[in-house]
């Protein structure tokens, strides 16, 4: 299917056959909803720059917050505009996806600019910064698609403590170099479509995920080390697959929906393996299990659209620091996602 013929199926009403449909007809919907789109993404736009702009005397790291809080009032206050905007919106191709995208970008910028306010701090890499935010941007789009965006307003103090508890990394992670061919075999049976197959694969991989780390930490590793395996045997082994480039293909083809789908499937994942920072860390907000989960899809996501599949090995070190930094120390998150591996240790 082109994408004019996915346009159209998109535009035309529900029940109705998009061919039968005059092209005029189809355009002025399509130009209305993006109209309506826009309108709901500037006032947004406008509105977080003003409440962050508007109290200089705070630091930006309060400012930050002033921010967030008021894209949550925003988006409890008007779920349907939003919903269209950065989730209905995300199927209606490359266009629509970039108008969501422009709320991440800002958010990015405002939270740079929190982390680079604090005093005697190395700067936060960019890549981890751009998956703390995305994580911010997945639980909300998880709740507008969900239909409970009322949820929004109570999550989102423990969210903001999740986000602002990230410290810069004791060193610099860098990416493990990619393994010997995996030799997991294929999922079968063979499916039956395109997008079927890339189910299949990263499936696959996640049942070998929580595999891969329930027998680590079964075999006395600590929970800590265990997700660094994990992780590591996640993405190395959808790199070293050769269906893993057509998760890329996948992204821009649906315009995104099916990756986010996947990105949902990897976030509750993600969760059922940090039950056991929860042992070392109770106080940790119960919403950061998730919030980690979407900050590590988030990644994964980055990394499919911009079709390096094949590199996603060098996501292990950034996964494992997102997922440990929030239960143990600062320390041993990093040498652990760089492969040095101390005691465990609380946080």
């Known amino acids: 299917m082109g994408r004019g013929e996915a346009s159209q199926q998109r535009c035309a009403p529900p029940g109705v056959n998009p061919r039968s449909l005059p092209a005029a007809t189809l355009d002025q919907d399509r130009r209305l909803l993006e109209a309506t789109i826009d309108d709901v993404a500037a006032r947004t736009e406008r509105a977080l720059l003003a409440a962050y702009v508007g109290r200089r005397e705070r630091s930006p790291e309060e400012r930050f917050r002033d921010a967030f809080l008021t894209l949550v009032d925003l988006a409890g206050n008007e779920p349907a505009a939003f919903k269209l905007w950065l989730v209905d919106g995300v199927g209606a191709g490359p266009d629509a996806l970039a108008r969501a995208d422009s709320l991440r970008a800002l958010l990015e ?32 789009h998880a709740r507008l698609r969900a239909d409970r965006a009322d949820e929004l307003a109570e999550l989102a103090p423990d969210l903001l403590a999740w986000a602002l508890s990230y410290r ?33 694969l990263v499936g696959d991989r996640e049942r070998r995920l ?106 292990a070190p950034v996964a494992t620091f997102l997922a440990l930094a929030p239960f143990v120390s600062n320390a041993q998150a990093t040498a652990i996602a760089t492969e040095s591996s101390p005691s465990a240790s609380p946080r």
Request: charged share 20%; aromatic share 6%; net charge negative.
């Open 210 to 315: 929580l595999e891969t780390t329930a027998d680590a930490h079964r075999g006395g590793t600590h929970w800590p080390n265990a997700i660094g395996t994990g992780f590591y045997t996640f993405f190395a082994s959808l790199a070293g697959d050769a269906r893993g480039a057509r998760l890329g293909d996948l992204a821009t083809r649906s315009g995104g929906t099916a990756a986010l789908s996947l990105c949902e499937t990897l976030t509750a994942s993600c969760e059922t393996l940090l039950a056991g920072g929860y042992r070392l860390s109770p106080w940790t907000p119960p919403i950061a299990s998730e919030a980690i989960g979407a900050s590590v899809a988030a990644a994964f996501h980055e990394y499919v659209q911009e079709g390096r599949a094949d590199r996603l090995y060098e996501l």
């Open 109 to 140: 910028r405002l939270a740079s600019a929190a982390f680079e306010g604090r005093r005697h701090e190395p700067a936060m890499p960019s890549e981890l910064v751009k998956a703390i935010v995305g994580g911010l941007h997945l639980v909300i």
């Open 168 to 200: 810069p990394p004791n060193g610099r992670l860098m990416p493990r170099r990619m393994p010997d061919p995996d030799p997991v075999p294929s999922p079968s049976p063979r499916p039956s479509r395109p997008d079927d197959a890339v189910d299949a």
